[in-house]
């Protein structure tokens, strides 16, 4: 089963990289750590943070709550860390959750965004996705493919 996280505000930036692997990546912005325990018990999510004292309490060091101490400053050694800590795959489910939301992309037909992507975009992509809770449409443009290559280079120094 692919696992579920709950990234602490230490280490927030790496939820949106997650999301981009399409792991379910919960962020909340000025959580407690009672509450990020408590969720991450609750929906059995794995607590990524930088904080020790989460890493010593009982319910962790029990095993009851995984949580895996992520080190250094740098979002993407982070993630590096992440990947190979968790053996996450990077390539199966990319670009299925919205970056911002967390919620799952849903296919939309090219009719239906129209007026909602830039004239451009529309006569040259045919593939769009749409986030049910935010409603921001994603398509396979420079962005996406920016993030993908960025990615891939992660992945390729992961396996180093
Ligand atoms: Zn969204």
Redesign the pocket.
Known sequence: MRPKFIVDTNVGRLARWLRMMGYDALFINEIDDRQLVAIGLKEKRVVLTRDTQIMQRRVVTSGKLKALLVRGDDTKDQLRQVVKAMNLDCEQRQFTL?L??N?PLVRRRKEEVKDLVPPYVFQTQSRYVE?P????IYWRGTHWQRMKRELETLMEEAEE
């Open positions: 919205c911002e939301c919620q986030c809770s935010c409603h921001r």
